[in-house]
């Protein structure tokens, strides 16, 4: 049986004064749309960078399981030598695991071969509405779940879409979306003038920390993970590169952008899978950044078009035993 987790988003809006992001609450199986101030300074261009959003303009390649972003990117800057750490009294009760069959993105990449399809989405994340015209194969739709997330790469840009809904072969619509470069972006969005990279809480690219398993199948994984903790966990506010939130619990644990690591010295758990040895690896070495809520569970996401049951049920055991050694990162 495949396991799941069940995320939940609230959606933003930009302050026109200021830029910055209030929290505005959905509920479940209801949509909110972004709505996000049109301050006229949008020009098409990326938050990290100005190279436009041009479906099939990239001047490089980026090959599927190559390490998205910028090397200077904190995705891919490991924790630092003589970082300190800071305990977390995670409850006994508290759940870990790995979001795969819902609530986690597919990942597709755009060719010539596969039809256009126009993709209708609102004012979000400080694009104003528009339509993008993109190579879909007939397989591109949402997650299962209420997020309906998907993720679309097209030569050096990575689309992120919220509640993707595929209505024909030539048409979809999005509740939400972003885009970010993957050669020169860092994978986190911009304060101001306010632009997400992408559609998660903490406005950061859904492809930033996931599991991929192009990139899981090659070797270790070079990057920081991204992980979506338990509600009940999540403190009010941002930290870090986060430029928005979704935490409302003020006796939480943790808050959005905010990196967790397991320290160098703790020894890895016997009896891991493959696939739970790399990921207690890159917890040591590069660790996760918390970047949205779920309810009950605290999980990683992995790619959901990828990976096979087998693999998926033994990380889901694994994560109980080592997501729980995770500790607040601090700056040396």
Same mark, same amino acid.
Do not use: C
């Given at each position: 049986?495949?396991?799941?987790?069940?995320?939940?988003?609230?959606?933003?809006?930009?302050?026109?004064? +200021? +830029?910055?992001?209030?929290?505005? %609450?959905? %509920?479940?199986?209801?949509?909110?749309?972004?709505?996000?101030?049109?301050? +006229?300074?949008?020009?098409?261009?990326?938050?990290?960078?100005?190279t436009p959003i041009v479906p099939g303009g990239a001047a490089?390649?980026?090959?599927?399981?190559?390490?998205?972003?910028?090397?200077? &990117?904190?995705?891919?800057?490991?924790?630092?030598?003589?970082?300190?750490?800071?305990?977390?009294?995670?409850?006994?009760?508290?759940?870990?695991?790995?979001?795969?069959?819902?609530?986690?993105?597919?990942?597709?990449?755009?060719?010539?071969?596969?039809?256009?399809?126009?993709?209708?989405?609102?004012?979000?994340?400080?694009?104003?509405? +528009?339509?993008? @015209?993109?190579?879909?194969?007939?397989?591109?739709?949402?997650?299962?779940?209420? !997020?309906?997330?998907?993720? =679309?790469?097209?030569?050096?840009?990575?689309?992120?879409?919220?509640?993707?809904?595929? %209505?024909?072969?030539?048409?979809?619509?999005?509740? &939400?979306?972003?885009?970010?470069?993957? %050669?020169?972006?860092?994978?986190?969005?911009?304060?101001?003038?306010?632009?997400?990279?992408?559609?998660?809480?903490?406005?950061?690219?859904?492809?930033?920390?996931?599991?991929?398993?192009?990139?899981?199948?090659?070797?270790?994984?070079?990057?920081?993970?991204?992980?979506?903790? !338990?509600?009940?966990?999540?403190?009010?506010?941002?930290?870090?590169?986060?430029?928005?939130?979704?935490?409302?619990?003020?006796?939480?644990?943790?808050?959005?952008?905010?990196?967790?690591?397991?320290?160098?010295?703790?020894?890895?758990?016997?009896?891991?899978?493959?696939?739970?040895?790399?990921?207690?690896?890159?917890?040591?070495?590069?660790?996760?950044?918390?970047?949205?809520?779920?309810?009950? =569970?605290?999980?990683?996401?992995?790619? &959901?078009?990828?990976?096979?049951?087998?693999?998926?049920?033994?990380? @889901?055991?694994?994560?109980?035993?080592? &997501?729980?050694?995770? @500790?607040?990162?601090?700056?040396?």
């Open positions: 049986m495949r396991t799941s987790g069940a995320s939940t988003r609230r959606q933003l809006r930009a302050d026109a004064t +200021g +830029g910055t992001a209030r929290p505005v %609450l959905r %509920l479940r199986g209801a949509v909110w749309l972004l709505a996000l101030a049109a301050i +006229g300074w949008f020009t098409g261009a990326l938050a990290e960078d100005a490089k390649p980026f090959v599927l399981g190559d390490r998205p972003f910028t090397a200077t &990117s904190s995705w891919n800057t490991p924790i630092a030598a003589n970082a300190r750490f800071a305990r977390i009294r995670w409850p006994s009760r508290a759940l870990f695991g790995v979001a795969w069959s819902s609530y986690s993105p597919a990942i597709h990449v755009t060719s010539a071969s596969d039809p256009v399809v126009a993709v209708d989405y609102p004012a979000s994340w400080g694009n104003p509405a +528009g339509t993008l @015209q993109l190579h879909l194969s007939a397989d591109v739709d949402g997650a299962p779940g209420t !997020d309906g997330e998907v993720l =679309v790469i097209d030569g050096e840009i990575v689309h992120n879409f919220w509640q993707f809904k595929r %209505l024909s072969a030539v048409k979809a619509t999005s509740q &939400s979306y972003a885009a970010t470069n993957l %050669l020169t972006g860092d994978g986190w969005g911009r304060a101001a003038p306010f632009r997400g990279a992408g559609i998660v809480a903490a406005g950061a690219s859904q492809l930033a920390g996931l599991l991929v398993q192009a990139e899981t199948d090659r070797g270790e994984i070079e990057h920081a993970l991204q992980i979506a903790v !338990d509600a009940a966990y999540a403190k009010p506010g941002r930290t870090g590169a986060a430029i928005s939130s979704d935490g409302g619990n003020r006796h939480g644990l943790v808050r959005e952008g905010q990196r967790l690591g397991i320290p160098a010295a703790v020894r890895m758990p016997r009896g891991l899978s493959p696939l739970g040895q790399k990921v207690f690896r890159t917890y040591q070495r590069y660790g996760v950044f918390v970047i949205d809520v779920a309810e009950g =569970v605290t999980n990683l996401r992995a790619q &959901s078009n990828a990976y096979d049951e087998a693999t998926i049920a033994a990380l @889901q055991i694994d994560l109980g035993r080592i &997501s729980r050694l995770l @500790q607040r990162v601090k700056k040396p």
